[in-house]
């Protein structure tokens, strides 16, 4: 059914009548993203017709075909292309970089491209990025990418009002065309110190450095090998921090991240001397897996210590704990209070105070307390009883406890007010309806908390929320973007899925938009991890939304917006779901008139390769064009690289006959079959990626190339000097941007985008 041209707006509020707009409770059927931004687009041919893409050479040289099989419970599997999946070879490298300059040849031949890249470039340069903000003894801490500046830099000011002064640009580490970048930084409590992770070329493999503020005088520490330190914990004093660092000599296979041990370093005093504080066996330490992220909660004033253990990728933490003055001298005692199977996923501590958000027996999450030494888990009592609402993230300042909470994806505030007479139930904090909050800043010696916030139409700020009367106040950190949306409306459906179950997907458009099911649409999709698709800003978005196209982001299971059975309703033997979901959210887009097939593509990041390929190969004619980016693709391999077995709690294993078939299914690859016409196809990998192997792009792009029995493209684009898109340049990011959605342009037959002859 395809609508009469009408107001999007009447056709959206009888859509949401129709499907119920209030979300439903999901029920349970039998891996950072931010939703990418979708290209500009001023004309298109009738929605009934496919456009005749002129199209560039079908394929490069085909890749050979060398077959392994192996049998798994009783199933034989054929790898075709297993060779690519060693990437250094001369074959497997000259191959790669065929394919990406057959790519980069097609790209250059759409005619739109350059003036698309102009206006992205544009809207880029107009945008400053504030991020990872925090505030030790009344300094303000902050990554700053701003216009002129390819990464962002570690900023500086004595409180919000300081003049801003760069402590650290990761540019004076690069290594020629391996730009560095910043993964992480941790400030001490006494703001004099902060200690850096800087990396090049999207590696993330960061080295460690310890610069003096406001100075910016580095230390001359330099510890390699310390990727993992998003969490790094300065004792209170701070004369000492603790650190995560990997094993030395265990190569870049699947036993790269094993054994990561936690280091306990006094400023001051060379690195070679720094002592092993928390891994297995250790200290007391026991039951810690083998791939284990570890970090350490140091509160102030507290007669207890503990180090938070997480099995991979797994959202729920084992808690140890050691009597302070033990881990002071280097000596911990470690008592293990929280097993993994408590379900308990944060834990924040002041004091003797310990605070644990949980999902065992209440899947929207609860928040219990423990006193330090008093016991383990089974002895918290509830401070924070489940809800409606799923509990994110919580703060500790000295007058509440602070809560993100989220309903289907869309955030809220609240806090529980301490003290004499105050109510023993949070209460809602008033912000913005189409906001989420990226960050929770908050302090146990401070009252109030700072929130970073931000929508898909509403710009960034950083706000402070006053503890007395909850209102809120723009610190004027994080500037007001240029980029304008006031055109353009956001509006939450609700598409029904293969068992009934309601799929939020949310809908970004010029409010003059009418239904004729000839927009270029681009739904993305992500679905892992118990991670929610929550709004986000990027100014780049412009410059599709302001020529009429519509940008769709399908909340998936597997996510986390209704909370735990939400995330476990598309995980291991349900993860079809994820997939079953996406497909349901595209179908929905067509039947409603928002799009057809041929102006419809679909787009998935990392672990939203699922989703994406999933609908790929299972509904190749609901799609115009597919876009995988660094994404998971062969599902069956997955646990052999080098951040697969840190997966295996998320997505299974191929050791047993379920974890085999479930990755099977959700294993694109070997859901190829010959003789289809296929959409175009575009995927994209960076050769350092250390989340997601290049193989998986390269063995796709070279099994579709050979199983499709259309004319479309199937494209494989290359970044040689970047990784999972951490640490990516602006120029990196601005040049993916404008290939990746002139490709999408040319596929739905804008006449701007058609690829000139070649020669």
């Known amino acids: 059914m395809t609508p009469s041209a009408r107001p999007l707006a009447l056709c959206l509020a009888v859509a949401c009548f129709a499907l119920a707009a209030v979300a439903q409770e999901p029920r349970e059927a039998a891996e950072p993203p931010a939703a990418p931004s979708a290209p500009a687009a001023t004309q298109a041919t009738p929605a009934d017709a496919a456009p005749a893409a002129p199209a560039a050479p079908r394929v490069p040289t085909p890749a050979a075909v060398r077959p392994v099989r192996e049998t798994h419970h009783g199933v034989e599997i054929v790898d075709p292309y297993r060779w690519l999946e060693d990437g250094a070879t001369p074959e497997a490298t000259a191959f790669y970089r065929e394919q990406d300059a057959h790519a980069r040849a097609a790209f250059d031949r759409i005619p739109g491209r350059a003036g698309l890249l102009a206006r992205i470039r544009e809207l880029s340069a107009q945008s400053v990025t504030v991020s990872s903000v925090s505030m030790e003894s009344g300094r303000v801490f902050y990554l700053k990418l701003s216009a002129g500046r390819g990464v962002p830099v570690l900023c500086v000011r004595e409180g919000f009002g300081g003049t801003e002064k760069v402590l650290v640009d990761p540019s004076v580490h690069d290594r020629g065309e391996r730009r560095a970048s910043i993964d992480w930084y941790r400030a001490s409590p006494d703001g004099r110190f902060v200690a850096v992770g800087i990396s090049v070329a999207g590696t993330e493999d960061s080295t460690l450095r310890v610069v003096e503020a406001p100075s910016g005088r580095d230390t001359g520490i330099a510890i390699d090998r310390a990727r993992f330190n998003t969490a790094l914990a300065w004792h209170g004093d701070s004369r000492a921090f603790y650190y995560a660092r990997i094993p030395e000599g265990q190569g870049e296979g699947a036993r790269r991240n094993a054994g990561i041990r936690m280091y306990r370093h006094v400023v001051g005093r060379p690195a070679d001397r720094d002592e092993i504080i928390f891994a297995s066996g250790v200290a007391g330490a026991r039951e810690v897996p083998e791939f284990v992220y570890p970090s350490l909660v140091v509160p102030e004033d507290s007669t207890h210590a503990y180090a938070i253990a997480r099995n991979g990728v797994a959202r729920e933490i084992a808690v140890y704990e050691t009597p302070m003055k033990d881990l002071a001298a280097g000596l911990p005692r470690w008592t293990r209070v929280v097993a993994f199977e408590h379900g308990v996923t944060d834990a924040i501590a002041w004091k003797d105070d310990l605070y644990l958000l949980t999902h065992r027996d209440a899947p929207r999450r609860k928040v219990l307390h423990l006193k330090a030494g008093k016991g383990d888990a089974t002895r918290a009592r509830t401070l924070v009883p489940q809800g409606d609402a799923v509990i994110l993230a919580m703060a500790l300042a000295s007058d509440a406890l602070y809560l993100r909470t989220t ?67 723009n610190t004027g950190l994080q500037p007001a973007p240029a980029a304008d949306f006031s055109a353009f409306d956001e509006v939450r459906l ?165 974890g085999f078939e479930a990755l099977r299914e959700m294993s694109a690859y070997h859901q190829v079959k010959d003789g289809i016409d296929y959409p175009a196809v575009l995927l994209t990998t960076g050769m350092n990626d250390p989340r997601v192997d290049p193989w998986h792009a390269g063995k796709m792009a070279a099994r579709l190339q050979a199983a499709t029995a259309g004319k479309r493209p199937v494209l494989l684009r290359v970044e040689w000097q970047g990784g999972h898109g951490r640490g990516a340049t602006r120029a990196q990011r601005e040049e993916e941007l404008a290939d990746t959605w002139s490709f999408l342009l040319w596929q739905f037959g804008h006449p701007d985008f058609q690829p000139l002859p070649a020669g």
């Open 407 to 473: 309903v289907g994806g869309l955030e809220r505030l609240e806090r529980l007010n301490f003290g004499l007479g105050a109510s023993k139930t949070p209460e809602f904090i008033k912000t913005s309806f189409d906001v989420s909050f990226a960050q929770l800043i908050a302090h146990p010696r401070r009252p109030g908390v700072v929130v970073r916030s931000q929508g898909f139409l509403e710009p960034p700020a950083v706000v402070a929320v006053e503890a007395k009367t909850g209102n809120l106040k």
């Open 494 to 658: 609700y598409a029904p899925s293969h068992d009934g179950t309601k799929i939020p997907v949310t809908l970004l458009y010029k409010k003059s938009t009418m239904l004729t099911a000839d927009h270029p649409t681009l739904l993305v999709g992500y679905g892992a991890y118990g991670i929610s698709l929550a709004p986000s800003f990027d100014a780049t978005r412009l410059a599709w939304l302001e020529r009429g196209g519509i940008l769709a982001i399908a909340h998936v299971r597997g996510g986390g917006e209704y909370g735990e059975e939400w995330h476990r309703a598309g995980f291991r033997a349900t993860k079809r779901n994820t997939i079953l979901d996406f497909i349901a959210c595209a179908e929905f887009l067509v039947k409603y008139g928002f799009t057809s097939p041929h102006r419809l593509a679909a787009q998935g990041t990392s672990a939203g390769g699922i989703p994406s390929g999933g609908a790929l190969v299972r509904r190749p004619d609901l799609f115009a064009a597919v876009v995988p980016r660094v994404a998971v693709l062969d599902m069956l391999r997955f646990e052999f690289s080098q951040n697969g077995p840190a997966n295996i709690p998320e997505f299974g294993s191929i050791a047993t006959a379920a």
